[in-house]
């Protein structure tokens, strides 16, 4: 059994930065692809980066593009969601997600754990 637990979410203005981040248990983590998704109340969770199990290949949706970067640290267990230039049509519940693949992907019905989500609120 794998757990996701992230932090570091919250309110912040346009512009502004926060870093994200998701504590994994378990002894998967170094074979796993992981990935961050995002989701609005009334709307379907939505794909914002990936990387797979070695953090050499990465992936993200078109508008966090030059924004966002997602990274790994193996010693830790954990992963990132560096977010920079915050706009409010970032404001979500962000998800951390894990899967048994070594590849990255974007649909939410690749990842086998997910963690509670963060709340992140970016006001104008």
């Known amino acids: 059994q794998v757990q996701l637990v992230e932090s570091g979410g919250g309110l912040v203005q346009a512009g502004d930065s926060l870093r994200l981040s998701c504590a994994t248990s378990?002894?998967?983590?170094?074979?796993?692809?992981m990935g961050w998704f995002h989701q609005v109340p009334g709307k379907e969770r939505q794909f914002v980066a990936s990387?797979?199990?070695?953090?050499?290949?990465?992936y993200y949706t078109d508008s966090v593009k030059g924004r966002f970067t997602i990274s790994r640290d193996g010693a830790k267990n954990t992963v990132y969601l560096q977010m920079n230039s915050l706009k409010p049509e970032d404001t979500a519940v962000y998800y951390c997600a894990a899967r048994h693949q070594l590849g990255i992907a974007s649909n939410s019905y690749e990842y086998d754990y997910w963690g509670q989500g963060t709340q992140v609120t970016v006001s104008s």
């Open positions: 378990g002894r998967t983590f170094s074979s796993s692809a």
């Open positions: 990387i797979n199990w070695s953090g050499g290949v990465t």
